[in-house]
């Protein structure tokens, strides 16, 4: 398959003026050190790891210049953490050595979070590791991923940036990987990075978003930018509704206690559903530049009314209250649709409905949008269904155009049916890389298009926050739904008076190999 330049550049980092191997003046080769500080939790195992891994079987990361880091407070032996990782790898058939060589890069560290002497081993390590590989000025790279709670990010920012900073005098870099949740509102998030960006800049800071590492997510801006077909619809006078959904079919599963204090809009609507909105929204950027396309996405989320209490529907599964870390009166949603109104010339009129439920009857996440009728229809399209354009995000990645056809045969009679690319079938044999794997290689590359910038996380909270204040309040009240079900039906009836038909008697079903 012929591949294009903007793949080409790509892989040396797009919109950052990529010369042998340095980004603006910052050098992009030589020793690197990558540190998971929370190497023996959950998020570390099950994705970190698994995804560094991914990285050095596919040679993006190199065994005579990388080494990993484990920082955690768990006294363990390394070989204990090293057996604890490995249940988490899959060993490939033609390289069942590759596990073993992987595990032998990792080293720990133990130490608490707001410890001197912890983090001065870590620095004394890395360094030794920085000098057996002869680095020389310029070429230390110290990548830290911080698997933690966000009520440690500062102390342990302080404690990177006092020990930890490329005390060698190698120069270099130094970058830190957060993730969600940045805060629980607008003040507490603001308070966050505040006390992060007085220790690093923003270009030293990556905040992660995996659903910016979906194959589909980034996708979004090839497909609107790149392809005439969609530039003349994709504004108020052609469509109709646009959908951002996400299902779960299963509850929170021992993760009540932490969820219960976020939240569905705070866990995925305010993240995971606003970034995708933002790049079916945005106006096109004036290059690829991340800090163009981040300036896009801003400015959509400034465009954004405030979310009006009648165009939200919360929910509750029942039985949520039955795990014994949830208070028994909580009223925290699990459940939640709700419509944005972007006032701008593009899209003033059209509702965009975010909506994203635990416990439900599927599991998938996509994006549905929906076309106004046929004006002067002669072929009564109207009661078929209108044409929708989906995006599926997972699983079975997909992108399907539903639309009227003529039934083949004799008769002159019109069915629905679908234009689709689904990607299993149409691309056998590639592998769909993790999300995780993608934003740890644009780390190390130094490209920041896929992380969130401090201003839109403000933006962000600030659509949110005065609705999760009311529901914190107790104004707001989740209704109770059945687990297993499409969640309550006030958030059908809500999609229906904002205008969204639901065609009956067609369904999509993804091609089996
Ligand atoms: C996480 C949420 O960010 O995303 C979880 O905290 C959710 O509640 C998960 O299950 C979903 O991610 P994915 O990639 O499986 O859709």
Redesign the pocket.
Known sequence: MASDKWCVEKRGVVGNESVGGEIGGVAETGCLSIVVLGASGDLAKKKTFPALFNLYRQGFLKSNDVHIFGYARTKIALDELRDRIRGYLSPEKENPESVSNFLQLIKYICGGYDSEEGFQSLDKAISEHEVSKNSTEGSSRRLFYLALPPSVYPSVCRMIKLYCTNKSDLGGWTRIIVE?PFGRDLATAEELSAQIGELFDEPEIYRID??LG?ELVQNLLVLRFANRFFLPLWNRDNIDSVQIV?R?DFG?EG?GGY?DQ?GIIR??IQ??LLQVFCLVAMEKPISLKPEHIRDEKVKVLQSVNPIKDEEVVLGQYEGYRDDPTVPKNSNTPTFATMVLRIHNERWEGVPFILKAG?ALNSRK?EIRIQFKEVPGDIFRCQKQGRNEFVIR??PSEAMYMKLTVKQPGLEMSTVQSELDLSYRQRYQGVTIPE?YERLILDTIKGDQQHFVRRDELKVAWEIFTPILQRIDKGELKPRAYKSGSRGPAEADDLLKRVGYAQTHGYIWIPPTL
């Open positions: 969600k995996h659903y979906k996400f779960e929170t993760r969820f976020y866990d995925i993240n995971h635990k996440a995000l997972q999300a």
